[in-house]
């Protein structure tokens, strides 16, 4: 039997930017409650719901510091066993963010492990002496800066590979797993459908050795979390892996090993960043090198015994709109055409909340405009560094987290009808156009763009297990492949340029199944117009 996330779209809810229930201008659990009929709508199978766990709130819910109670400003835990039980209804699973690299400095096993070096929480943490008087080494954080904080009580250094208040967990602790074990457990007992694992290929590290991600104790560690926990429940689970290859992805995702479902992975976000730099030193998206990763993806993972996910945007990712689109003139066939290119591929899709409405980046003009806690380290360690401030600003619109995380766009009312308070993140000005209300009203909008490729998913086997053929020598600019399963054959055709491109096929049409321009009728020698993109049924 097909298990259910291999036919299934996931929606990404980032809660304190989809809806507010009670105008503190902070998304909540009744909120996203409200939302459950338009999410029915839009056909989804799943919502992954980024952290409502309690959290100080240093990176927006990435710093835990109770993984059994909810945060206060999302709701109370009747909230989220509501939001479960609903959700259920309108046939929608609940997968929960893990975030178990680290926790908050706010957790109680930080507390305690600070204490003292024979604390029975120490070893919960890695710690480390100073060496020569410094840091032990030179291994760096995410967010800037040494990935080591010196703590004057004990007078030893925490690993923290993201922010000062955000400690590594140290998972040769056998307790420390076990414990979190337990805490995945409460969670599946309460009916939720699964697991989005964050950084999840960090849990082996191996600091004295310099391993970041990838360490060796890393699938033993997920094969026993398996065991322990998920591995007899039909549930999902994803695991966020920036460093990941086809192999290492099949490694994670064959169901033989008893590890994930499938893995997020990120070959295709370096793509417009200086190579061996980091994200902020930009260079112009290559049309080709963007091709030839999707196919790469799509052709060297063996879907027969791994699976793979596919995405554009999530809550760390700007608009694909803005940074490798045209938000402006062709907005709304840019966004069709790459739903259409991802939801035709192989392996289970993924919609970051708003996607399917087309939004766009949101730009700033001064720091003090920024939330993000990655955004505001770079800009004041570059700027420290005497790098010029506009450049700085420039690099936070193209690639800042802000970008994804602006309110929902819910109708041209005050604050995109997101909150009747003070939004804690402005909203972006175009919502007065760009918005659900509206999308809902017009039946070329992209929202049903995305409601057809889904319902495409569900309905079409071959979409879900067929295989992938690229069509060669299409040039940088037009990806074309075809989905083929017993005597089923689909095209899909898109240009992912702005400028006219040629196309030629003998195929002939037996059924256009999904367009962002006129529908076609002829494949022989054609021209895409700028960001043209179908799907049709060949006659074989």
Not at 38 to 45: A, F, R, T, V
Not at 293 to 318: G, R, Y
Request: glycine share 6%.
């Amino acid at each position: 039997m097909t298990p259910w996330w291999k036919k299934a779209v996931v929606y990404q809810v980032y809660p304190k930017s989809f809806q507010d229930s009670n105008g503190d201008g902070i998304g909540d659990l009744q909120g996203i409650i409200s939302r459950l009929g338009y999410l029915e709508k839009l056909g989804i199978d799943a919502i992954w719901l980024s952290p409502v766990y309690q959290s100080p709130g240093v990176d927006n819910g990435y710093d835990i510091s109770d993984y059994e109670a909810i945060d206060p400003q999302y709701g109370t835990m009747a909230d989220m066993d509501e939001l479960i039980k609903k959700a259920k209804e309108h046939h929608i699973r609940i997968v929960m963010d893990l975030v178990v690299n680290h926790t908050s400095d706010q957790h109680k096993w930080f507390i305690e492990s600070r204490k003292s070096k024979n604390n029975p929480y120490r070893d919960y943490y890695i710690w480390h002496d100073p060496v020569d008087g410094h840091e032990p080494n030179e291994l760096k954080s995410a967010f800037s800066g040494s990935a080591w904080k010196f703590d004057g009580k004990t007078g030893q250094y925490y690993l923290h590979f993201f922010a000062d208040q955000q400690p590594d967990l140290n998972w040769k602790n056998p307790e420390l797993r076990h414990k979190i074990y337990d805490m995945m457990n409460f969670w599946l007992n309460k009916g939720i459908g699964g697991f989005r694992m964050d950084v999840i290929e960090l849990i082996g590290k191996d600091p004295d050795k310099m391993i970041r991600e990838n360490g060796p104790m890393l699938h033993p560690y997920l094969q026993e979390m398996n065991k322990n926990t998920f591995g007899k429940r039909y549930v999902m689970t994803v695991g966020e892996t920036w460093n990941a290859t086809p192999k290492i992805a099949e490694e994670y995702s064959d169901p033989a090993r008893h590890e994930l479902s499938m893995v997020f992975q990120f070959e295709n976000q370096s793509l417009d960043q200086q190579p061996g730099k980091e994200k902020w030193d930009l260079r112009p998206l290559d049309l080709g090198e963007l091709k030839k990763v999707l196919v790469k993806w799509q052709t060297e993972i063996d879907f027969d015994h791994a699976w793979n996910s596919l995405f554009w945007e999530n809550h760390d990712i700007p608009r694909v709109i803005s940074r490798w689109g045209n938000d402006k003139e062709y907005r709304v066939q840019c966004a069709k055409m790459f739903a259409i290119v991802l939801h035709m591929m192989h392996g289970t899709p993924y919609i970051f909340n708003g996607e399917e409405i087309g939004m766009t980046n949101c730009p700033v003009k001064d720091i003090s405009e920024v939330e993000d806690i990655e955004s505001i380290n770079m800009y004041n360690e570059r700027l420290a560094e005497g790098n010029d401030k506009d450049e700085l600003i420039h690099a936070i619109n193209v690639k800042g987290r802000d970008n994804a995380r602006r309110p929902m766009q819910w109708n041209d009312d005050k604050n995109a009808g997101f909150s009747d308070g003070r939004p804690w993140l402005a909203t972006n000005s175009n919502y007065v156009d760009i918005n659900v209300e509206k999308a809902l009203a017009n039946p070329d909008s992209i929202f049903y763009t995305y409601q057809k490729l889904i319902k495409l998913r569900h309905e079409n086997d071959v979409v879900v297990n067929g295989d992938f053929e690229l069509i060669p020598d299409t040039g940088d600019a037009v990806l074309a492949y075809y989905r083929v399963l017993g005597d089923e054959k689909w095209l899909v055709v898109a240009n992912l340029s702005g400028r006219e491109q040629k196309f030629n096929s003998a195929d002939q049409i037996d059924q256009v199944l999904v367009a962002n321009y006129d529908e076609r009728n002829d494949l022989n020698d054609i021209t895409l117009k700028p960001y043209e993109a179908f799907a049709c049924k060949i006659i074989k």
